[in-house]
T-cell receptor, first 115, second 115 residues
Framework: AQSVTQLDSHVSVSEGTPVLLRCNYSSSYSPSLFWYVQHPNKGLQLLLK??????LVKGINGFEAEFKKSETSFHLTKPSAHMSDAAEYFC?????????????FGKGTMLLVSP | DAGVIQSPRHEVTEMGQEVTLRCKPISGHNSLFWYRQTMMRGLELLIY????????DSGMPEDRFSAKMPNASFSTLKIQPSEPRDSAVYFC?????????????FGQGTRLTVV
């Protein structure tokens, strides 16, 4: 069975400072991993995905994530936060189940950005 | 493509009434997911279709919930009778499930309020 743990329910940063959102996963197979972002009253948008090519993955809006198999982690980072980054972020794992791919979502981390 | 289209965007209904949520996936996608999002439980997968066939409905909370996908371009999620605890945002997502690497694309969601 696959699962995702997002270690922080809320993260607060100041504008211009680095962002770190933590994610650990467990999977029976070689997983694919994703980060999605949800702005208030909006749907979910894909930020980036890891699919076993490069372990450091670049996404939209300056976000990056590094896949570390030994730590079963896929933390999301950004060097400098912007006010528009305030949103909820979801770490997602995908692997095969009965021959079909399923997505399992973490509980989400709310990113708060102060001026 | 216009993306995944859900209707209605908002629904307010009285307890005991039937509610039908609708979803039009992205053209060409062969997998469709229904999720429910609440503050308490986060994002929960309700049901998953592949090529219009329900693959996994283990997340459907009760017999009051049913989902159909009569063709590749349309799906419904029905709640009958509705209860206040069904109040949530319901998301539909679709993907082209060639492998586990494929991300899902989400609609804007339907905010359901049962009073």
């Amino acid at each position: 069975a696959q699962s995702v743990t997002q270690l922080d329910s809320h993260v607060s940063v100041s504008e211009g400072t680095p962002v770190l959102l933590r994610c650990n996963y467990s999977s029976s197979y070689s997983p694919s991993l994703f980060w999605y972002v949800q702005h208030p009253n909006k749907g979910l948008q894909l930020l980036l995905k890891y699919t076993s090519a490069a372990t450091l993955v670049k996404g939209i809006n300056g976000f990056e994530a590094e896949f570390k198999k030994s730590e079963t982690s896929f933390h999301l980072t950004k060097p400098s936060a912007h006010m528009s980054d305030a949103a909820e972020y979801f770490c997602v794992v995908s692997d095969k189940k009965s021959g079909y791919s399923t997505l399992t979502f973490g509980k989400g981390t709310m990113l708060l950005v102060s001026p | 493509d216009a993306g995944v289209i859900q209707s209605p965007r908002h629904e307010v209904t009285e307890m005991g009434q039937e509610v039908t949520l609708r979803c039009k996936p992205i053209s060409g996608h062969n997998s469709l997911f229904w999720y429910r999002q609440t503050m308490m439980r986060g994002l929960e997968l309700l049901i998953y279709f592949n090529n219009n066939v329900p693959i996994d409905d283990s997340g459907m909370p009760e017999d009051r919930f049913s989902a159909k996908m009569p063709n590749a371009s349309f799906s419904t999620l029905k709640i009958q009778p509705s209860e206040p605890r069904d109040s949530a945002v319901y998301f539909c997502a679709s993907s082209l499930a060639r492998s586990q690497n494929t991300e899902a694309f989400f609609g804007q969601g339907t905010r359901l309020t049962v009073v």
